[in-house]
């Protein structure tokens, strides 16, 4: 089984946002489905399901956490708004933090 990349080839895709990959100079948000059956790695003709979990699994394996996800989930669980302002008017990004020994932080 392959994971196809569906529609007319000249169907314009935008990809929501683009992290400029290494060797490239310029954003490249938009594209279109002959594009993407063409040249990108994850999902061109060709590649099987298999193929893709195995590459999916051991990428993201290396990979850290985004720098920003704690505030950007924060702000994008309220569509775009910060949240609501605290009594002394400043508005706040809370990080969670989980101690491996809760009774040691006392």
Request: charged share 20%.
């Amino acid at each position: 089984m392959t994971i196809p990349v569906t529609g007319p080839a000249l169907l314009p895709l935008g990809m929501c946002h683009d992290y400029k990959a290494p060797g490239r100079d310029t954003y490249a948000w938009e594209t279109t489905v002959h594009e993407e059956r063409e040249n990108n790695v994850h999902v061109k003709e060709g590649v099987s399901e298999g193929a893709f979990v195995a590459m999916r699994t051991a990428r993201d394996a290396m990979l850290s956490a985004p720098r920003l996800l704690l505030p950007s989930i924060q702000v994008n669980m309220r569509a775009g708004k910060f949240p609501p302002a605290h009594s002394n008017g400043v508005r706040y990004l809370t990080i969670p933090v989980k101690f491996r020994n809760a009774e040691a932080v006392h």
